[in-house]
């Protein structure tokens, strides 16, 4: 049958079943060289070589997968579903090696985290520390963003496991999400601040001054725009975006900019005479965070040997308050 008239049939699993790793290799690298010539010399293959093994694919699945233009191909709907396809497989089989090597050598395999700042930061310097003394041949991997872009490093296999919260509600028919503890918020400045004092300031006051603010994405920076909104009141001086802690930091202790931060992020600051908290009176509280995974998808060991380090530890931390 002809891969350029679909049969209309389902795709059978024994039709996928016969694509083989070099197969998926080829597939792989042809959808970023868009090029068959390209990928007959990165696949060590002539081109007519090359030629007869996309054939061969789309004779399998029954599809033609690119469009044959003259300076190059250009994957078509299936065709780029089936390169998501042949890109994640190849990436599981590399973690899978790359974790059966060094179990094989002795150690104890890899894990990669993706975190917010924060408490929940705060909360897995302490569990990284404690995996290492549980695990000290284990190899962890530590990303810090905001939760919309972790969820998609998530949703690609770029890390195992998300410590952070959903950005839409839709997410949790993919992810799976585990509560670990709440967050406390606290307006900021640089110690300098005129603000600075027992004295609480009015919202009104407060939206006179300029803000540093999380991006727009971040459950932080919905708080902080609600905190307003609902008052009818909007900043009037001046705003500086930024995901960055040490940024704003610095951003603090240079200006009369104020911003509203976590509480464990900032404490220490603050017991070090770097910043100084405002004594506004205004929610103090954020949506809990936890961790979240892949939904059906069970973690490998090490990924489940972080997980169990979390979970005690944020109960710890739940007792103690």
């Known amino acids: 049958m002809s891969p350029d008239k679909p049969s209309g049939k389902p795709l059978a699993l024994a039709q996928v079943a016969r694509l083989r790793f070099r197969h998926l290799q080829f597939l792989d690298i042809l ?78 395999g890899h894990v990669s985290i993706g975190a917010i700042s924060g408490s929940a930061a705060h909360l897995l310097i302490a569990a990284v520390a404690e995996l290492q003394r549980l695990r000290p041949l284990l190899v962890v991997k530590v990303l810090e963003q905001s939760s919309d872009q972790l969820i998609v490093w998530l949703a690609e296999r770029k890390i195992d496991v998300m ?27 640089g110690v300098h601040h005129p603000l600075r004092g027992p004295t609480a ?34 900043l009037t001086s001046g705003i500086v975006e930024t995901p960055s802690f040490l940024f704003a930091l ?34 103090d509280r954020m949506p809990d965070f936890g961790m979240i995974t892949l939904q059906g998808e069970p973690p490998s060991t090490a990924a489940q040997a972080f997980m169990d380090v979390m979970r005690q530890l944020a109960g710890q931390v739940e007792d103690a308050a």
């Open 163 to 189: 410590i952070g919260r959903f950005t839409d509600e839709s997410q949790r028919a993919q992810f799976q999400y585990e509560k670990l503890a709440g967050e406390g918020l606290q307006v900021t400045a």
């Open 31 to 108: 959808g970023k060289t868009r090029n068959l010539r390209l990928t007959a010399e990165q696949m060590h293959i002539t081109q007519p070589a090359a030629t007869k093994v996309l054939m061969d694919i789309e004779e399998m699945l029954e599809s033609t997968l690119f469009d044959r233009l003259p300076r190059g191909m250009r994957p078509n709907e299936l065709g780029l579903f089936t390169l998501r396809y042949a890109h994640a497989a190849l990436d599981g089989h590399r973690k899978f090696v790359d974790e059966f090597s060094t179990l094989k050598q002795g150690g104890h």
């Open 250 to 283: 610095e951003l603090m202790q240079s200006t009369n900019m104020l911003s509203l931060q976590p509480a464990a992020l900032v404490d220490k600051y603050v017991r070090r005479g770097l910043l100084t908290r405002i004594a506004a009176e205004l929610p």
């Open 201 to 234: 300031p009015s919202l009104l006051e407060l939206s006179h001054w300029p803000w540093i603010l999380y991006p727009t994405s971040t459950a932080l920076r919905r708080v902080s725009d609600d905190i307003f909104s609902r008052t009818g009141l909007s």
